[in-house]
Structures are given as C-alpha cells and as structure tokens.
C-alpha cells in the first residue's frame, strides 16, 4: 500500500526541481530563489537521518542535467551547503525563523559562490552582483517556505 508519508520528501524536492527550472521572464529570472537549497536545507533541520549529503549530491546531478551545467557544479555546491546544514541541525533547530532566514541567505550566498567558482574555472565567466539577487529572494522565501513544509511533515507524520 502506498502511503502519503513515505513520498512527501521526494516529491517536495521533485517540486523544488521543477520550480527551479521553470520558465520566467527574463526581468525575473535574476531574482529566481534557491527552490532546490531551500528545501533541501528544510528536509536537512528536520530530517537529517533521511536527508543528507548523499541526497544533496544527487538533487544536485539531476538540477545539472535539468540547467544542462556541467555534471558535478551544483552536485558539489548542494553536498557542501547540506553538509555545514547537517552538521550543525541541533543548532540551527532552535534558532527562530527569521534568524534562520539569515543563516538560509549565508548558506544561498556560499551555494552561489562556489557555483560561481566552479563555473569560472571551466568557462572563464566573470562574476557581476546580479549573481547574488537570490540569495536575497531565498531569505525572504524562507518563512513560508518553512511553515508550508511544516505543515505538511506534520500533516502526514513524516519521521
């Protein structure tokens, strides 16, 4: 029998996944939030035993087979933002959630700098400020973002 709590968390990072490459328009496209990191830092806190680098790593393949990046970026940049989540989960958990929104912005910023390495080092990009716009937007995403995701672990008892 297929039961809703044992597919919550991968069909919220399918989710996530799907927001993440959504079409928007151009305007909007520079402030596109962190959908992916946003929820897999939430499945982190909540649920390290089932959410972790090894999940990150592969969410990350599969957002580079969905941009069409180079195997391995955001692989690398998700297991590093999950793993200083994972290691630090009893800290975070008690913090509020705007103090948690400003530790989602550090994480976002550390995600998109290491994003930013990678790809400049295999195509010599340059860096412009409009690359940290989401980091701005996954902040203030969080809130919700935390309340919905709650609200679903708590609604189907997910463990």
Same mark, same amino acid.
């Given at each position: 029998m297929l039961k809703a709590h044992h597919y919550a968390v991968p069909i919220s990072i399918i $989710? &996530?996944?799907?927001?993440? $490459?959504? !079409?928007? !328009?151009i305007q909007a496209d520079v402030y596109r939030p962190d959908w992916t990191l946003i929820v897999l830092a939430y499945w982190t806190m909540a649920l390290p035993h089932r959410v972790n680098v090894g999940v990150a790593f592969l969410t990350g393949l599969a957002l580079d087979i969905l941009l069409g990046t180079a195997l391995g970026i955001h692989s690398f940049a998700l &297991?590093?933002?999950v793993y200083v989540l994972a290691a630090n989960y009893q800290r975070l958990r008690n913090y509020s959630v705007w103090q948690q929104a400003i530790i989602i912005g550090l994480i976002s910023s550390l995600y998109h700098l290491v994003v930013f390495w990678l790809q400049h080092l295999l195509t010599d990009i340059y860096f412009q400020f409009e690359y940290l716009w989401p980091v701005v937007t996954s902040m203030v995403l969080w809130p919700w973002v935390f309340w919905l995701l709650r609200k679903a672990r708590r609604q189907f008892r997910i463990l």
């Open positions: $989710i &996530s996944l799907v927001l993440q $490459i959504m !079409p928007l !328009p &297991s590093l933002c």
